[in-house]
Structure formats: C-alpha cells, structure tokens
C-alpha cells in the first residue's frame, strides 16, 4: 500500500460475509432448492459458486447442479429465497455499520457485490448507511463476477477514483482476488465456512474483524 498519502482515494465494502451474516444464508436456500428438486448440492458446489454473478451462479445451478427451470428460474427461486431472510432481519456482522460510517467521515465509500442489486440496497436499508455509501455496484451489472476485477473496477469508476488508490474490504478467496486484480489494496476478515490460503492472506491486511477498522488504523495500515 502506498506511503505517499495518509488515507485511500475510496474504501469500497464487500457485503455477503462481510458486512452481513448472510453466506451461510444462501447455501441454505440453494440447498433448500436442490433438495425440492431431487438435485445433489454439497459444498464443491457452493465453492464454485463463491463470487459468482447472478447471471454465472444461476446458470450453474441450472446446467451443472440441476435445478428445474432456467437460470432465469433459478436467479428468481434463489432471489425470493433471500428476500425472505432479508425480511425477517439479517444478521448483522460485529462492527460492521460503526466501520462504514466511520470510513465515511474520511474517504468516500463504496459497496462491490456479488449479490443482486435488490439484496445489496436490502442490507443497506438494514444496515442503515444508505446516506453515506457513495456507489454501489452487484456483479450482475458488468460482465464478469468475481475473482474478476469488474466490480471493483466499476465501483472506482462511478466514485471518480484510481483504483489502485483504494482499499477494499474482504472476505472470501473470490472477493479478495478480485481486489487484487483491480490493483487495490485490501483489508482481509476471513471467515472460518471459507477460509482463503495463508499465501492469498499474506498479500493482504488481516483483521479479527471490523471492530478493529477505525479510523487511527485506516491510516496506520495506509
């Protein structure tokens, strides 16, 4: 990361494992799928699908899992499933909204996801920091999820930002690869349902989780 500025152009969020509880959510709803439809689903399944797009984890679920209907079906099924969950109050990972906010006071925030857009301003509304998030972006809405590094990309874009001023904060061996794609600097949470490698790990800055995102380390780790 760059010594030549106390803080970062940006600081774009991850949400799925990141800012909510909601990983383990969506492999029981397409769980829950794969069973209704007599089809298998175990964990290689949901790995390969970690980071995808909508457009990408629809049409695996469709052709390579074996749900019934077509990736449009499936994306509606899957969605509808999570919309439920979303209602009924997702969980809200430590720290989470405290280090939004607080990354807002210094340096504009953003949110790159895989999730659809329909979730990702569901767990803005939840985590109520609709008015400080500058820009979000769901990997539906360009042409590759992640590890590619188009969300990220189009993030630092709609901010005004030079991506490889920015930091992203991350989760998953996807997300983070995508970050380093997108030439950012990156603050990894990992989470223990996916555990990136140590080797991926050293590339990046590892944090307990969000509590320790304050503003003093902000600027510390930058």
């Given at each position: 990361?760059?010594s030549q500025?106390?803080l970062?152009?940006?600081?774009?969020f991850?949400v799925?494992?990141?800012?909510?509880?909601t990983e383990?959510?969506?492999?029981?709803?397409?769980?829950?799928?794969?069973?209704?439809?007599?089809?298998?689903y175990?964990?290689?399944?949901?790995l390969?699908?970690?980071?995808?797009?909508?457009?990408?984890?629809?049409?695996?679920?469709?052709?390579?899992?074996?749900?019934?209907?077509s990736?449009e079906d499936?994306?509606?099924?899957t969605?509808?499933?999570?919309?439920?969950?979303?209602?009924?109050?997702?969980?809200?990972l430590p720290g989470?909204?405290?280090?939004?906010?607080?990354?807002?006071?210094?340096?504009?925030?953003g949110?790159?996801?895989?999730?659809?857009?329909?979730?990702?301003?569901a767990a803005?509304?939840?985590l109520?920091?609709g008015?400080?998030v500058?820009a979000?972006?769901?990997?539906?809405?360009?042409?590759?999820?992640?590890p590619?590094?188009?969300?990220?990309?189009?993030?630092c874009?709609?901010?005004?930002?030079?991506?490889?001023?920015?930091?992203?904060i991350?989760?998953?061996t996807a997300?983070?690869?995508s970050?380093?794609a997108?030439g950012?600097?990156?603050v990894a949470i990992?989470?223990?349902?996916?555990?990136p490698?140590?080797?991926?790990?050293?590339?990046?800055?590892?944090?307990?989780?969000?509590?320790?995102?304050?503003?003093?380390?902000l600027?510390?780790l930058?």
């Open positions: 990361m760059s500025a106390s970062p152009a940006a600081v774009i991850d799925d494992g990141t800012l909510t509880d383990p959510a969506w492999e029981r709803v397409r769980a829950g799928l794969a069973a209704a439809d007599g089809a298998d175990g964990p290689d399944h949901a390969a699908m970690m980071g995808m797009s909508t457009r990408e984890w629809s049409t695996y679920l469709s052709e390579v899992v074996g749900l019934n209907g990736p499936c994306a509606r099924r969605i509808d499933g999570m919309r439920k969950l979303y209602h009924g109050g997702v969980g809200i989470a909204r405290e280090a939004v906010r607080a990354m807002a006071e210094l340096v504009p925030v949110i790159a996801s895989s999730s659809p857009v329909v979730l990702i301003e803005i509304e939840e109520g920091v008015d400080v500058s979000h972006v769901s990997t539906e809405q360009v042409e590759r999820g992640k590619a590094p188009d969300g990220y990309l189009r993030c874009e709609l901010l005004g930002v030079d991506p490889t001023q920015c930091l992203a991350e989760d998953s997300g983070i690869r970050a380093l997108a950012m600097g990156v990992p989470q223990p349902f996916h555990q490698s140590d080797e991926l790990l050293a590339r990046c800055t590892v944090l307990q989780d969000l509590t320790q995102l304050t503003p003093q380390r600027r510390e930058w």
